[in-house]
């Protein structure tokens, strides 16, 4: 019989909630302390005796016609309390004890399906129960004493799964459903080269639960080549659910169509992308309460019965559908889109929803919740790098205490608060005297979050008292920082750095610096069954393995590019450096001129690659001098420069343009060239696809190698400090990534041809020659001259080619 397998925690949660989506409730903190709570568990523990057993697993299972339903979950404590057994339930707060009467309903009910479960099992008459509340800032404890009769908790018990047996019931037949869809189902299309191995390697490696480094070159069909063998495992039974996870949005697209193609072989697969908050919310603000959003009232009594409906009639969840459908149940469409989340096979979504300390699906990996079946499939994995930092860092600034301060001077009566964020604002008023560099790194902040703890605690009790206006509303955001920073304090390890800097704005900022993720990464993933890490350029893949994982036999492997190397030339110029000593204008007239033979040698579309946005300028002023009208003279030309900050409809409005221009070049009615010059690591160099005629070149100028700065020099000092050479790690590596993504624009299907010219004579040092990866071991070194003569050579077999002109030296 299949086991449907539920957490006490999750049971109690999903059953027992009702009433209003309420963000004033206090609930915002409740959840972040149960993340504390582990700590507070030990202590609390510790201090009740020998006979104090800690930590007890406790399950129950249920047999129906079709399914095992199976109870789990891990009670705090249980001990004897004058004669009679007691389940300790241990709960971590931040709000102040003498605020609590009772304890929470579903904290007190999850303690009544232990004691039921243990009493059970050992045949008691009567069960007690202690509620143990914790503050986490001064370890008082307060505690609800209550006593049970088994006979109560029976009725109770059985009442909670009689409710949820609809639930368990409709898992039950959709799993056969789906299973049944899978027999027979292969690969949706003949294998291109490296395809097949890829297919079986993701197979087993989630067969042997591992994780899996894939670098697969464009072409390879990586998308689909994870997620066949992955649906093929979870029909198997060797996974629960898919979480998908990429960085971008055009990703997710993807992996959506992937699973479109299977359905339209036959496969039953239930799959919902999420969103985020703020793209879901319907309120021109998002502010989830019954006062300012109509839906937040009465949703827990709405929700359920809408998500049930859902998962009848539908199978894909898209965030279109979930809008549509949630104004006519009158729900938060993001609420709701979590909760289908626990029912679907698959869920597409951003890293954050896995890793993120503050966003993470908690109802899969919070605290207390068992380890999951899953199997993460991380897209595009190595944008995980910096995200990964980003996640498991957090900073704050001086001046946001005195605006704190400042906001609370038209309230007198709060006297506490205000000496709160003084005695923070002084201590980091020491620190900004004692960093006279730009940076400065510190061993520790021990008594800082003494103070940030006791300020938690204020500002708790202010959002309690105060309900609504703009003093919460700014409350309630810096409360969030004060909260982060605190969380992540409880993180910090070998891996993390501290240090101190003052910023062009004149703010002063302390910052706790996740170095190397790996840790934090490993423990998320460890909440699942096998990961898969792909990516076009996770080169080399030692530092991927370093960044990502803590395990010592993940498995890793290169899928071979299907397409023909004879499509593609591959150059590099000898004869310019980017380097900062090497910039100039004499410089820039030699990147320009290096630009301009490239493009004139075939019409067509090309993409032009910086190192940034200054350098784009620089070298674009220089080319339209130089360059432009000569390009005008042999025909249409136009050149577009990315700018900062662009809008979506800018950028959709920039790559319109390439689509634009391969038109006129296929009906023949004008002859054109765009250039779009770009920055490489910027929105253009990642995550588009531009086949065919769309792009015929790109050029890249640079090694990509970030911009020197204090963090960057901490991060190479870092490693240089942990045996690895710190420049690769800091400098080299992340430039080489933002290298290989802007080149692979180009040859994007079986039939493009294209060009690709590298500018730097770094790029024939060793030391970047070998991050090439295997397919690059036909590119060539050449001179300028030597450039004009290769292309003219590669054009030659094309019916379009140009005759070209002949090259003049002083170019």
């Given at each position: 019989m299949e086991t449907i397998q539920i957490s006490v925690r999750a049971l109690v949660e999903f059953l027992l909630r009702s009433g209003d989506l309420d963000n004033r409730t206090g609930g915002w903190a409740d959840k972040e302390a149960m993340q504390k709570g582990s700590r507070i568990h030990r202590k609390i523990q510790k201090r009740m005796g020998g006979d104090y057993q800690a930590e007890v697993a406790l399950s129950y299972e249920k047999t129906y016609e079709h399914f095992l339903l199976k109870v789990d979950g891990r009670a705090d404590g249980i001990f004897v309390d004058d004669g009679i057994d007691t389940i300790d339930e241990i709960k971590g707060t931040y709000l102040p004890l003498d605020k609590l009467e009772e304890p929470v309903p579903v904290h007190l009910a999850q303690a009544k399906c232990y004691a039921y479960i243990y009493g059970l099992q050992n045949q008691k008459e009567t069960m007690k129960i202690t509620m143990t509340y914790v503050s986490l800032e001064t370890e008082e404890v307060k505690r609800f004493p209550q006593i049970y009769q088994m006979s109560?908790?029976?009725?109770?018990?059985?009442?909670?799964?009689d409710e949820y047996y609809k639930w368990a019931d409709f898992q039950y037949e959709w799993h056969q459903t789906r299973n049944i869809s899978m027999v027979g189902l292969e690969f949706p299309f003949p294998y291109r080269e490296g395809q097949k191995k890829l297919v079986g390697d993701v197979y087993r490696t989630i067969l042997r639960e591992k994780q899996l480094f894939v670098n697969a070159p464009t072409g390879v069909g990586k998308t689909l080549s994870t997620i066949f063998p992955a649906v093929r495992a979870v029909g198997e039974g060797k996974g629960d659910k898919i979480f998908y996870l990429t960085a971008k949005t055009i990703t997710r697209t993807v992996a959506e169509e992937a699973f479109q193609i299977l359905r339209e072989k036959g496969l039953r697969y239930k799959a919902i992308t999420l969103t985020s908050k703020e793209k879901m919310c319907v309120c021109d603000e998002v502010d989830c309460n019954p006062v300012s959003c109509p839906r937040a009232k009465g949703h827990f009594d709405r929700v359920n019965e809408a998500v049930f409906s859902l998962l009848q009639d539908y199978d894909i969840f898209s965030r279109e559908m979930l809008l549509e459908k949630s104004r006519e149940w009158e729900v938060c469409p993001y609420e709701m889109q979590l909760d289908i989340a626990t029912w679907v096979d698959a869920v597409i979504c951003d890293y954050n929803y896995v890793f993120d300390p503050v966003v993470r699906l908690r109802r899969f990996f919070g605290e207390g919740v068992p380890k999951g079946n899953h199997i993460f499939l991380i897209d595009e994995a190595h944008n995980l790098v910096d995200r990964g930092r980003e996640m498991f860092s957090a900073e704050i600034c001086k001046e946001d205490f005195l605006e704190m301060?400042?906001?609370?001077?038209?309230?007198?009566?709060?006297?506490?608060?205000?000496?709160?964020?003084?005695?923070?604002?002084?201590?980091?008023?020491?620190?900004?005297?004692?960093?006279?560099?730009?940076?400065?790194?510190?061993?520790?902040?021990?008594?800082?979050?003494?103070?940030?703890?006791?300020?938690c605690g204020e500002l708790e009790e202010l959002l309690q008292e105060q309900k609504e206006g703009e003093l919460r509303k700014k409350a309630l955001e810096f409360y969030f920082q004060v909260r982060a920073f605190i969380n992540i304090y409880e993180l910090l390890d070998d891996n993390y750095l501290i240090y101190t800097r003052h910023t062009a704005?004149?703010?002063?900022?302390?910052?706790?610096f996740c170095v190397n993720p790996a840790v934090n990464l490993q423990e998320c993933l460890n909440r699942g069954r096998s990961t898969v890490f792909f990516s076009a350029t996770l080169l080399p893949v030692q530092y991927y393995k370093k960044m990502f994982s803590t395990n010592p036999d993940d498995y890793a492997t290169y899928a071979q590019s299907p397409f023909d190397p004879d499509n593609r030339k591959l150059l590099i110029s000898r004869e310019v450096s980017t380097r900062y000593t090497r910039r100039g204008v004499e410089e820039y007239t030699r990147i320009a001129g290096c630009i301009y033979r490239v493009i004139r040698e075939k019409r067509g579309n090309y993409l032009i690659f910086f190192p940034s946005y200054r350098f784009l300028e620089d070298v674009a002023e220089v080319f339209v001098d130089n360059y432009q009208k000569k390009l005008e003279e042999r025909g249409s030309f136009t050149m577009l420069r990315q700018q900062m900050g662009m809008s979506e409809q800018e950028r959709e409005e920039f790559l319109k343009s390439f689509e634009t221009a391969e038109k006129g070049n296929e009906t023949g009615t004008e002859e054109n060239?765009?250039?779009g010059f770009c920055v490489?690591?910027?929105?253009?160099?990642?995550?588009?696809?531009?086949?065919?005629?769309?792009?015929?070149?790109?050029v890249v100028v640079g090694t990509g190698i970030p911009q020197v700065n204090a963090e960057r020099e901490l991060l190479k000092k870092y490693f240089d400090r942990h045996g690895e050479n710190g420049f690769n790690y800091a400098y080299r590596f992340p430039g080489m990534n933002k290298v290989l993504q802007s080149?692979?624009?180009?040859?994007?299907?079986?039939e493009d041809r294209g060009v690709i010219i590298l500018l730097d004579e770094r790029f024939a040092q060793w030391e970047y020659r070998q991050l090439?990866?295997?397919e690059w071991a036909d590119a060539r070194i050449c001179s300028q001259q030597e450039i004009t003569r290769e292309l003219q050579e590669f054009w030659k077999c094309e019916e379009t080619s140009t005759v070209t002109e002949p090259v003049d030296e002083g170019e």
């Open positions: 109560q908790l029976d009725v109770w018990f059985h009442g909670m799964l301060k400042r906001l609370l001077k038209p309230y007198p009566l709060l006297k506490k608060l205000p000496k709160a964020l003084e005695k923070c604002n002084r201590q980091l008023l020491v620190y900004k005297r004692e960093c006279e560099q730009e940076c400065t790194e510190m061993a520790t902040v021990g008594d800082f979050i003494l103070s940030m703890l006791n300020l704005s004149e703010r002063f900022i302390l910052k706790l060239t765009l250039a490489m690591g910027g929105i253009f160099s990642e995550g588009i696809d531009l086949d065919g005629e769309r792009l015929i070149g790109a080149a692979g624009r180009v040859i994007r299907t079986m090439f990866p295997v």
